[in-house]
T-cell receptor, first 116, second 113 residues
Framework: AQKITQTQPGMFVQEKEAVTLDCTYD???????LFWYKQPSSGEMIFLIY??????QNATEGRYSLNFQKARKSANLVISASQLGDSAMYFC?????????????FGQGTTLQVKP | KAGVTQTPRYLIKTRGQQVTLSCSPI?????VSWYQQTPGQGLQFLFE???????NKGNFPGRFSGRQFSNSRSEMNVSTLELGDSALYLC????????????FGPGTRLTVT
């Protein structure tokens, strides 16, 4: 069965420093997609970054980058130059192999707090 | 462009009642998915609709149902509410099935007393 594991319930980072949020996944599919979402206290899930299983380069979106290590089945999110507004819950998610579904399987999330 | 809207934002119901939640996707988006978020179980997939057809269903009892209309708006219904149904219900829309980017709404927070 497909599974996403986020082992860090909570993380602290100093403002302007970089932080890595861990995510490992388990799947028997060859084709899959990995996502990171940010959920502020307001509740809305904000899409951050996507990595396809066949993408050879790590995805980057502004201050967000995804450290994709396929052999280790890990997809860590790196946030550079943390800002106070980055304080939120972060979820790693995986889409099943078929491209004909948007169904996502989520990890339990990591709460990130940015200290001034 | 307006984002995904969900109504109502907050709802309090009593055990045994039924509830209907609404989701309006981004204009032009035809795929809508629903998720339940609870502190204990996290985010769990409920259903997925595309072109008024349910394409995928999560592992929830039959009390949970949904539908999608011709304008892509979607509703989900929970009958015979239980205390454990208290959760944040999130709706996500995308242009098509399997699209990389899914845009979530602000959610409906349901409290069952």
């Amino acid at each position: 069965a497909q599974k996403i594991t986020q082992t860090q319930p909570g993380m602290f980072v100093q403002e302007k420093e970089a932080v890595t949020l861990d995510c490992t996944y388990d799947t028997s599919d060859q084709s899959y997609g990995l996502f990171w979402y940010k959920q502020p206290s307001s509740g809305e899930m904000i899409f951050l970054i996507y990595q396809g299983s066949y993408d050879e380069q790590n995805a980057t979106e502004g201050r967000y980058s995804l450290n994709f290590q396929k052999a280790r089945k890990s997809a860590n999110l790196v946030i550079s130059a943390s800002q106070l507004g980055d304080s939120a819950m972060y979820f790693c998610a995986m889409r099943e192999g078929s491209s004909n579904t948007g169904k996502l399987i989520f990890g339990q999330g990591t709460t990130l707090q940015v200290k001034p | 462009k307006a984002g995904v809207t969900q109504t109502p934002r907050y709802l309090i119901k009593t055990r045994g009642q039924q509830v209907t939640l609404s989701c309006s996707p981004i204009s032009g988006h035809r795929s809508v998915s629903w998720y339940q978020q609870t502190p204990g179980q996290g985010l769990q997939f409920l259903f997925e609709y595309f072109s008024e057809t349910q394409r995928n269903k999560g592992n929830f009892p039959g009390r949970f149902s949904g539908r999608q209309f011709s304008n892509s708006r979607s509703e989900m219904n929970v009958s015979t509410l239980e205390l454990g149904d208290s959760a944040l219900y999130l709706c996500a829309s995308s242009l098509r099935l399997g699209s990389h980017e899914q845009y979530f709404g602000p959610g409906t927070r349901l409290t069952v007393t």
